[in-house]
């Protein structure tokens, strides 16, 4: 049997090449500790892929060069993307409560994957796979058009400061990505806690010509959906008295 290589966190600390898009995560570096380490050992040669890096698990492609999402899952169901997991909680908790989807989550940060590998192993999941590394270049890449049911943006770094925002994950030329890749009626859903970002995402979501907020006439966000759970990340920010902006928007064409 191929031996697989881990995955690192090495390529976090690669400044992008002069001709390639901005990050949109920070470079940071984390210790894995023991269980995750035991995680990533056991479960990524199953179901971790490496966005970048073809050593560490390579993604089935079709002969197209696109993601082969039949022999990624093992069937052929509505795949939802999910852009920066996190430590998974999300992800894993939506997908056992939607067993008739597949959840594909991507992730930068090298510990989040390891714990969401943990997680995915002790509920027993079918349908999650991991990637690591920069989700925009994954969707660039290998993902075809119309090829998601759905994408979850669920607390993206808010980057404050003004000559940082280029680095946001929702912005314009990225929001036409995305939407490029959803099926026509496909959703785009993202939250926030912070409100300024929220606010520059509903306009530049309202702003597309191909999505549809149906919520823009009474003003734009949603309540959170019941199947969108609290992570812990966001209860502490709503423990400190933070207001979270859910957003659900669709392809239309
Ligand atoms: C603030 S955290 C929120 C995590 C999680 N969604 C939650 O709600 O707890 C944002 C995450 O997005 C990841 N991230 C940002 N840009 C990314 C990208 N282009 N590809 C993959 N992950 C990304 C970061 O590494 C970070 O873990």
Redesign the pocket.
Known sequence: MATVNLPSDAFRHVAARPHEPL????P?RSVLGHDREDALDRLWPRWGFSVHDEDRGTAPLTEAGTLDTEALFGRRAPVVL??????G??TAAMAAADPGRDYLA????LP?IANLLLLVDRAGLTNVRVAH?????LVRRHLPEGSLDAVH?????PWPKARHHKRR?IQPVHVALLRSRLRIGGALHC?TDWLEYAESMRETLEADPGLDNPAAPVGGFVARPAHRPV????QRGLDLGHEVRDLVVHRVR
């Open positions: 990050r949109t995560f920070h940071r999910e852009i920066g997991s996190g430590m909680e999300t991507v992730e930068a940060h989040g590394g920069d989700a925009l270049d943006v669920f607390f993206p770094d994950i939250a992570t812990k990340f966001e």
